[in-house]
Structures are given as C-alpha cells and as structure tokens.
C-alpha cells in the first residue's frame, strides 16, 4: 500500500504542476499575435501530449488501486476529478491539439483566438481538477491494518 501511495502522489503531483506550468505558458502567450502563438503551440505540442499520458495515466491507475484499498471519500473524489480531467482532454483539448498541428505559422485561421480561448478554457478546469485532485491524494491516508 506504501508503494502505490508513494506512486500515487508522485504522479499526480506532476501531473497537475505539469499542468500549472502549461498554464502560465499559455497566459503569457495571449499577449502575443496569431503567428507567435501558433508557432509555440507547435513545439509545445511535439512532447507535451506525451507527458500528459506518461503522468495522467498512471495517476488514474494508482488511483483507482487506492480507492479500491482505501475506500476512503478523498481518493473517491480525487479519482473523479481525475477521470473528469481525462474526459475534458479527450473531448476539447486532444481534438484541438491535432487539428493545431495542421495549421500554418504564416497563415493561422481567422479563428485562432476562439480556438485558443477554447482550449485555454478547458485547460484551466483540467488545472484545478488536477491540483484539487493532487490536494485530497495528499490527504488520504493509509490503510489501517488494526
């Protein structure tokens, strides 16, 4: 149970200062013009999906192990904010990412600025579902072998 706790924390720690990080990145980025954006969210996007699935999953997984052991109300709440998180990225974020991908640093789209707002918007409630998350997996405590 130690283990999967340490596993536990140590992940969705990351994972939600990983995701306060790319949230600082992005407000700094509305200050800049469609170019200068597009051309960040290209870079941005050749490593940072991957971090998200090598932090979130895990944090998922171990989880559901805690809850399954510990019971507790905390890990419960922690795991559907979590699984919230997942949703979001997968129905507003993933879709976003991929078609950003597509587009051309000296020819954004006209609705660049939607499209960022969008994404920025749903990225911030993963943030503080991720950090809420990580605050109640601080709090769960171990298993009780009495």
Not at 71 to 77: E, L, M, S
């Amino acid at each position: 149970m130690r283990l999967i706790r340490l596993a536990n924390v140590w992940f969705a720690g990351l994972f939600a200062g990983f995701l306060l990080t790319v949230l600082v990145l992005e407000q700094s980025l509305r200050r800049f013009d469609a170019h200068v954006y597009t051309q960040v969210r290209q870079v941005e996007l050749v490593r940072l999906d991957t971090l998200a699935s090598v932090t979130l999953l895990p944090a998922i997984i171990t989880t559901v192990a805690l809850v399954l052991r510990s019971r507790r109300a905390p890990a419960i709440a922690a795991l559907v904010l979590l699984l919230g998180v997942f949703a979001l990225t997968l129905v507003v974020n993933l879709p976003i990412n991929h078609d950003q991908t597509g587009w051309s640093v000296q020819n954004p789209p006209a609705d660049w600025a939607e499209v960022r707002d969008r994404w920025q918007l749903a990225h911030l409630a993963r943030t503080v579902a991720a950090i809420g998350a990580f605050g109640l997996l601080i709090g769960v405590p171990g298993r009780s072998t009495a």
